[in-house]
């Protein structure tokens, strides 16, 4: 589990790349700059961590491309000390890039093998979340609502509107919105209930799931 100057010299490339891909956000670099994605893949990718693409991790999932980690942060507009729900945990390389910007996380993962993993791994390499969750993403966590902002990363076919019910006013929620294609959408709560949209363009993310147990 080392992080060693090949490791941060391959991830200053890869900042480099993500700012010629048009991504401005000088503490998303940072923090993309910071955590060392080779340590969420397997070690014999290593060779991969750092080029911007996406990859197999377990349960038929994938760790996000790097591009698509920065814009969705980048469009989240984080700020030290905001409380985010990050739907879908994954692999928890984009939790790690939230908390190494000074939120405050709290992820949801539906999908029990990675949930357990990423729960052990996460705090072994330095990031604690405030709260790991075992469950359906679809119905966010109440519990701790509201949100600055929610972070959607698999594509959902549609909006779930628990998630925009767990915005605060002025919240942002980045959703993947769409079955085999999603169109990157953020929704802004102005008031109790009144929302801005602006879409930013298609992506693939694997699906949502809907807990069917």
Known sequence: ????????????KLVETLIKKGIADESVLD??????????????FVSHAYVDKAFPIAADQTISQPY?????????????????????????????????????VYSIERQNEL?????????KIGYRPKKLIFGDGYQGYEEEA????????????????????????????VIPVGRSL???TVYMRKGPKEFDKKEYGEYRFVPLLEDKN
């Open 1 to 12: 589990m080392k992080d060693d100057f090949k490791h941060k010299g391959m991830r200053k």
């Open 31 to 44: 923090a993309i700059n910071s955590v060392p994605r080779h340590l969420f893949m397997d070690s014999g």
């Open 68 to 104: 698509t980690v920065a814009r969705q942060t980048e469009l989240l507009e984080v700020k030290k000390g905001d409380k985010i729900l990050e739907i879908g945990t994954g692999s928890g390389y984009q939790t790690a890039v939230l908390l190494e910007m000074g939120a405050v």
């Open 115 to 123: 949930f357990k993993k990423t729960k052990l791994f996460l705090p």
């Open 146 to 173: 509201p949100y600055d902002g929610i972070i959607v990363t698999a594509g959902a076919p549609s909006v779930p509107k628990v998630l925009l019910s767990q915005l605060a006013i002025g919240g942002r929620l």
């Open 182 to 184: 999603q169109i990157m």
